[in-house]
């Protein structure tokens, strides 16, 4: 059983970054392709990035795109997911989540496993 464990939410200004960490332990971690969901109060969760197994492909709701980056380092059985010029509509639990395949996938419902969350606001 794959457990994921989120680190690095907080409260940050507009404008500014943060690094969102997820540790993986328990299976293969470099057999999983990785994503980030996010789901703020009252709102459905949403997907937010996502990267295949290798590092090789990444994928980016447009909301996201050009701000924040997936990446992946086997070795430490580890996903992050940096986000810079956070705005406060990016106030959200971030949540890490994985399948066992190589493929990346948008919808949460194709994902097997899901840490618990992080806090992230971002203050006006």
């Known amino acids: 059983q794959v457990q994921l464990v989120e680190s690095g939410g907080g409260l940050v200004q507009t404008g500014g970054s943060l690094r969102l960490s997820c540790a993986a332990s328990?299976?293969?971690?470099?057999?999983?392709?990785m994503g980030w969901f996010r789901q703020a109060p009252g709102k459905e969760r949403e997907f937010v990035s996502a990267i295949t197994w290798t590092g090789s492909n990444t994928h980016y709701a447009d909301s996201v795109k050009g701000r924040f980056t997936i990446s992946r380092d086997n070795a430490k059985n580890t996903v992050y997911l940096q986000m810079n010029s956070l705005k406060p509509e990016d106030t959200a639990v971030y949540y890490c989540?994985?399948?066992?395949?190589?493929?990346?996938?948008?919808?949460?419902?194709?994902?097997?496993?899901w840490g618990q969350g992080t806090q992230v606001t971002v203050s006006s």
């Open positions: 328990g299976g293969t971690f470099s057999r999983y392709a």
């Open positions: 989540a994985g399948r066992s395949t190589y493929f990346i996938a948008s919808s949460r419902y194709e994902y097997d496993y």
